[in-house]
């Protein structure tokens, strides 16, 4: 299974993330049933939303502050949900709500793949602090902040020794409904330019939304193979966030998708692949090359007894070099239509002038 920093290093392997954030409404048993199911589905990571310490989240006068304060786990819950999802097979990433959140996962030594702030508090001074302490991969959600922000928290990290390769940049924001023109991948991957940062996308297009499925992958067909998506167990029921959650049959198609889409994106060398070296192959694909008509033994090959046809053989000489072989002499002779080969010809080359190459004169 692709790891977190595997995914970061190469583009060409898909890393799908399960959000759960908190469609579990406070049901440890139904929490522990998204795990389940997102290691069935075989996604990468499972990502959880972490919050202890409420009061230093929300105002208390807050109106959703009663209801969240229903949905919080505790930190025994929060080890043992974590662990278990390590033994199903799955990363875990970990968005931090709150300070104390980032020193328990710090404190139990926990198995993280990443830590993530979410947009809201991404140059919260104490929380970047705490961040800045961890030794793993620091993600930053950056829906909804402008350039001098993520430019802020950056500069802040790596100011207290945080590497450029231990960033990740999550792009995506949440609306009800999330309107998929309003996404703008082309801006992420300036983003990832401007910053020299991997970024990954977080689709929240509606379930229901026919284009759904194809809008999630849109990151990977951009070369952005790091994709989270928010999950549920029942598809449509009304359970928070689950605008934007898919259910299993949607994310096994994303997996799909994904590895699809990335093998076609490619990794972007220049250089030909085997397959494509095959295809441009010179004589059955491209022009080779050929007698034009019958040349005889001595006679100098020129455009008048050359051209370029498609053969059945395959033929050494490349296109781009009929200027050279014009003016050159057919060492036997040469049948038309067949492709010119380097035994055929006898070039005449220039007597080297040592003052040509070197700066030493010549004796004279």
């Known amino acids: 299974m692709t790891t977190l920093k595997e995914a970061m290093t190469d583009q060409t392997k898909p890393y799908l993330i399960g959000e759960t954030a908190y469609n579990h409404e406070g049901d440890y048993t139904y929490l522990q049933q998204m795990v389940d199911e997102l290691a069935a589905i075989g996604v990468h990571a499972v990502k959880f ?25 505790s930190e025994k819950q929060w080890k043992e949900i974590i662990n278990y999802a390590n033994e199903r097979g799955l990363e875990v990433i970990a968005l931090c709500d709150d300070v104390k959140s980032i020193r328990f996962l710090k404190q139990e030594a926990l198995q993280i793949a990443g830590i993530e702030l979410h947009a809201a ?8 602090e705490e961040m800045a302490k961890t030794k793993v991969t620091t993600i930053l959600g950056i829906g909804g902040t402008n350039i001098e922000e ?53 689709d929240h297009t509606s379930y229901e939304d026919e284009n759904n ?44 998708l994904m590895d699809s ?32 008509k019958n040349i005889k033994k001595g006679e100098e090959l020129s455009i008048d007894n050359l ?19 014009l003016g050159a002499k057919a060492r036997r002779d040469i049948q038309e239509d067949k492709p010119i080969t380097y035994e055929d010809v006898h070039f005449h080359f ?13 004796d004279k």
């Open 49 to 73: 939303h972490l919050l202890l310490d409420i009061d230093s989240y929300i105002q208390k006068d807050h109106p959703l502050k009663k209801k969240l304060k229903e949905w919080i786990f």
């Open 121 to 128: 508090c991404i140059n919260d001074h104490y929380m970047l």
């Open 307 to 325: 051209w370029f046809k498609r053969t059945i053989e395959e033929s050494p000489i490349d296109q781009t070099e009929f200027s050279k072989l």
């Open 261 to 292: 889409v990335l093998r076609a994106h490619g990794t972007g060398d220049i250089g030909m692949s085997p397959a494509e070296k095959k295809y441009g192959n010179v004589g059955p694909m491209k022009k080779a090359i050929v007698a034009r």
């Open 213 to 256: 499925l194809l809008i999630s992958v849109l990151g990977a067909a951009n070369g952005m193979n790091i994709l989270e998506k928010h999950y549920t167990p029942e598809e449509g029921k009304e359970r928070i966030d689950y605008h934007a959650a898919t259910g299993k049959e949607g994310f096994k198609k994303i997996l799909l």
């Open 350 to 362: 220039k007597e080297s002038n040592l003052n040509s190459f070197t700066h030493k004169r010549s």
């Open 150 to 202: 993520i430019d802020y928290a950056i500069r802040f990290l790596k100011e207290r020794g945080k590497a450029t390769q231990e960033f990740l940049m999550m792009h995506g924001f949440q609306s009800y409904p999330t309107d998929y023109r309003q996404i703008n991948i082309a801006k992420a991957k300036k983003l990832e330019m401007l910053f020299g940062i991997k970024t990954g996308y977080a």
